[in-house]
T-cell receptor
């Protein structure tokens, strides 16, 4: 699976959009981009995933660049409960779950 | 969304004893389950992958005789930490996947403290 690079930490004001970047320059054509988050002392929570098109669900939007070498997770209206570590993972869907979790981005939403 | 549970949520045991952790998929059949370990302020580390009815595949460096994994049914996998020692104290998390191509759902984790 391709390696990902994320900033170690980010701050965001409550109510504003949180944009979390992820670089995955070695991504292969059949690899998906998955996003999970882990709130302190809990198991990771699935957020969203995509292959090449932008995706949106009730939690977030995923923007994947045309060359697929990077992506951005957008939380449109961050709340204090969105404070967590966000992990970007690249994996073939047949390998989903077996992938390496990097260090992620610690997002702190501030009032 | 799909629900994965773990039991117990936390356990304290004496050094040398064995501890069993259960992972259940509550509303779907999990053909594959994964076990992770997470030390404080670190990321998740995959320990092993188990498919229902077959032997688990362990990641490099994980002792299969120490961390026994059983995936006897499509809704239950167990991780047994045998002869636990203080260095085994960690947060153990499972995830379950319904089928190839499905994204996995994670359990809430089990915190193990070995005294």
């Amino acid at each position: 699976d391709a390696k990902t690079t994320q900033p170690p930490s980010m701050d965001c004001a409550e109510g504003r959009a949180a944009n979390l970047p992820c670089n995955h320059s070695t991504i292969s054509g059949n690899e998906y981009v998955y996003w999970y988050r882990q709130i302190h002392s809990q198991g990771p929570q699935y957020i969203i995933h995509g292959l090449k098109n932008n995706e949106t669900n009730e939690m977030a939007s995923l923007i994947i660049t045309e060359d697929r070498k990077s992506s951005t997770l957008i939380l449109p209206h961050a709340t204090l409960r969105d404070t967590a570590v966000y992990y970007c993972i690249v994996s073939r869907n047949t390998n989903a779950g077996k992938s390496t979790f990097g260090d992620g981005t610690t997002l702190t939403v501030k009032p | 969304g799909a629900v994965v549970s773990q039991h117990p949520s936390w356990v304290i045991c004496k050094s040398g004893t064995s501890v069993k952790i259960e992972c259940r998929s509550l509303d779907f059949q999990a053909t594959t389950m994964f076990w992770y370990r997470q030390f404080p302020k670190q990321s998740l580390m995959l320990m092993a992958t188990s498919n229902e009815g077959s032997k688990a595949t362990y990641e490099q460096g994980v002792e299969k005789d120490k961390f026994l994994i059983n995936h006897a049914s499509l809704t239950l996998s167990t991780l047994t930490v045998t002869s636990a020692h203080p260095e085994d104290s960690s947060f153990y998390i499972c995830s379950a996947r319904g089928g190839v191509g499905d994204w996995p759902y994670f359990g809430p984790g089990t915190r193990l403290l070995v005294l």
